[in-house]
């Protein structure tokens, strides 16, 4: 059974090696363990029969926007709905803290438009730019995209399904 919870320290070193795989394939940027150690606080897990199989972070940088960051299921985890549900959970805890946006750098733009998300420039996040992609050693031959999603449409989206009555066919 999957099951989705906060990260706790024990997990670190777990997240290390999920995300060192695929910084491995050129897939992700480095997370230093340290770093993780850190922000443990940002990560959500996902666990299945007492193992961490998927890992996300939500990085804040204002009241109203934050990044999902470091989304990434274990080897050998792939389509089985493992990413899907840490997303949700993410996007959950960012309509909790009542954040208005959130956006990804990614190179799986389909999976992100699957939750809703839209790709958008770059330059739109330029806190972002600033902070973590001025630095980064692919900067000049970045591939991620950006893609946004804006919570408010999301929850009265969800407000609106939940309030449709159900079509019965006679």
Request: hydrophobic share 45%; aromatic share 10%.
């Amino acid at each position: 059974m999957l099951t989705i919870r906060k990260a706790e320290l024990r997990d670190v070193p777990m997240l290390f090696q999920m995300i060192s795989h695929y910084v491995a394939q050129r897939i992700m940027l480095p997370r230093p363990l340290v770093e993780l150690y850190e922000n443990i606080w940002e990560f959500t897990v996902a666990e299945e029969d007492g193992q961490v199989v998927g890992c996300g972070a939500l990085k804040f940088y204002s009241a109203e926007l934050a990044e999902v960051r470091s989304l990434c299921v274990a080897p050998g985890v792939t389509s089985r709905g493992v990413g899907r549900a840490l997303s949700h959970q993410i996007l959950d805890e960012a309509a909790r803290f009542g954040l208005k946006t959130v956006f990804a750098l990614t190179l799986a733009t389909g999976f992100f438009e699957k939750l809703g998300f839209r790709e958008v420039p770059r330059e739109r996040f330029p806190t972002k730019v600033w902070r973590d992609c001025l630095q980064c050693p692919r900067y000049f031959q970045c591939e991620e995209k950006a893609v946004v999603l804006d919570l408010v449409n999301r929850i009265s989206a969800e407000q609106q399904s939940a309030e449709e009555p159900a079509k019965v066919s006679a």
